[in-house]
T-cell receptor, first 110, second 116 residues
Framework: GENVEQHPSTLSVQEGDSAVIKCTYS??????FPWYKQELGKRPQLIID?????GEKKDQRIAVTLNKTAKHFSLHITETQPEDSAVYFC?????????FGTGTSLTVIP | GAVVSQHPSWVICKSGTSVKIECRSL??????MFWYRQFPKQSLMLMAT?????????EQGVEKDKFLINHASLTLSTLTVTSAHPEDSSFYIC????????????FGAGTRLSVL
């Protein structure tokens, strides 16, 4: 089955700096890679996703890159703000099977 | 956007009782629903995949007689924790996959279960 690894597990950045979270996956057949943001005690919210036929996708301050050859994908948050503080999960999916990373706790220091 | 409602948000029960958690897709039909368990500061652990009108598929290590899942309609799936014990205390989250839109999952707000 699919194995998704996520790094780092914790990340602290100064407000305004960029944050990068990386994930690797093992199954080359996976074709959909969403990123979720989960604030404490709340539901995971889809913030951005990318499909395997695209190498990069951007939505305002958030971007995701995918390297299919190396089987890794990354979340990039620029100009971080305190409200970006949360736990972020990556996932790799094929069909209706989802495999989540272990999460990254991001803290943005004002 | 698609909305998934999960109830209750928090439940406290005595050891030995059963607890039912509901997951509803409010504005779309969900052909597939998923149930996750999440421990503090940990990732989402898939418990089972629920397809409307058929038996749920449980992940390895998840007791199907302990965690009963019913997906009776395209908008409702329920998880019943039977004979709950303190070790079942956790955060349970459902998600729904929209029919026709493969891959995209919409999450419920989660249910915090505390078993005394």
């Amino acid at each position: 089955g699919e194995n998704v690894e996520q790094h780092p597990s914790t990340l602290s950045v100064q407000e305004g700096d960029s944050a990068v979270i990386k994930c690797t996956y093992s199954d080359s057949a996976s074709n959909y890679f969403p990123w979720y943001k989960q604030e404490l005690g709340k539901r995971p919210q889809l913030i951005i996703d990318i499909r395997s036929n695209v190498g990069e996708k951007k939505d305002q301050r958030i971007a995701v890159t995918l390297n299919k050859t190396a089987k890794h994908f990354s979340l990039h948050i620029t100009e971080t703000q305190p409200e970006d503080s949360a736990v972020y999960f990556c996932a790799a999916s094929l069909g209706n099977q989802f495999y989540f990373g272990t999460g990254t706790s991001l803290t943005v220091i004002p | 956007g698609a909305v998934v409602s999960q109830h209750p948000s928090w439940v406290i029960c005595k050891s030995g009782t059963s607890v039912k958690i509901e997951c509803r897709s409010l504005d779309f039909q969900a052909t597939t629903m998923f149930w996750y368990r999440q421990f503090p500061k940990q990732s989402l652990m898939l418990m089972a995949t629920s397809n409307e009108g058929s038996k749920a598929t449980y992940e390895q290590g998840v007791e199907k007689d302990k965690f009963l899942i019913n997906h009776a309609s395209l908008t409702l799936s329920t998880l019943t924790v039977t004979s709950a014990h303190p070790e079942d205390s956790s955060f349970y989250i459902c998600s729904a996959q929209r029919g026709g839109l493969v891959n995209i999952q919409y999450f419920g707000a989660g249910t915090r279960l505390s078993v005394l």
